[in-house]
């Protein structure tokens, strides 16, 4: 009679989440997360085919992670996008790990940035409609282009480049938004 397995496949998951959390996404090994996890590599493997499974797992909690931090977030400002962006640059340096896990590496094959950013409640969705309202003429357009400026605002946040106050990165966002919706 086999013994009765006493590790879940969510204690295994938030294990190696914590693991990615405070050491990266590339550092999650099946020994690793056994110490973290308290047990052998034997229940990882039996509840997991392979590594690949367990990172997929791993992943699909980091988008869930973003996106509850997502919808905790302040939205006050009447500027489409800019609230989104907050949000993009604090979760960048509050949570560099996650940050690159999902929006830099190649690792989350079957979900764009756009999905993981516009989520279930349709955050990007939601911001192009306000633009439309406030009168851009191509709002998605504008989308692009606020994107690319976002992105790279947040991956200056994951390595330290980015160290502007809230009310100058508001400015800034805001005379970004000015700028591209007149193009």
Not at 67 to 75: A, F, L, N, T, W
Not at 91 to 114: G, R, T, W
Not at 124 to 142: C, D
Request: charge should be negative; charged fraction near 25%.
């Amino acid at each position: 009679m086999s013994r009765k397995a006493t590790i879940t496949q969510e204690e295994i998951v938030n294990a190696a989440f914590k693991i990615t959390v405070k050491e990266g996404f590339d550092q999650i090994t099946s020994r690793k997360l056994a110490g973290a996890a308290g047990c052998s590599t034997q229940p990882i493997f039996r509840i997991y085919d392979n590594m690949d499974e367990l990172k997929n797992d791993v992943a699909l909690k980091a988008i869930g992670f973003f996106e509850d931090y997502c919808r905790k977030s302040e939205r006050v400002h009447e500027t489409p996008f800019v609230d989104v962006v907050r949000c993009y640059i604090k979760f960048a340096q509050e949570h560099p790990n996650l940050f690159k896990l999902l929006f830099v590496s190649s690792d989350i094959n079957n979900k764009s940035m756009y999905d993981i950013v516009n989520g279930t409640e349709e955050n990007i969705v939601r911001e192009v409609s306000r633009a439309r309202t406030m009168g851009a003429a191509n709002a998605e357009q504008l989308f692009m282009k606020m994107w690319i400026f976002i992105h790279g605002a947040g991956c200056m946040a994951v390595t330290g480049d980015y160290d502007l106050e809230e009310a100058d990165s508001v400015a800034m966002l805001q005379s970004a938004y000015d700028a591209f919706s007149k193009a």
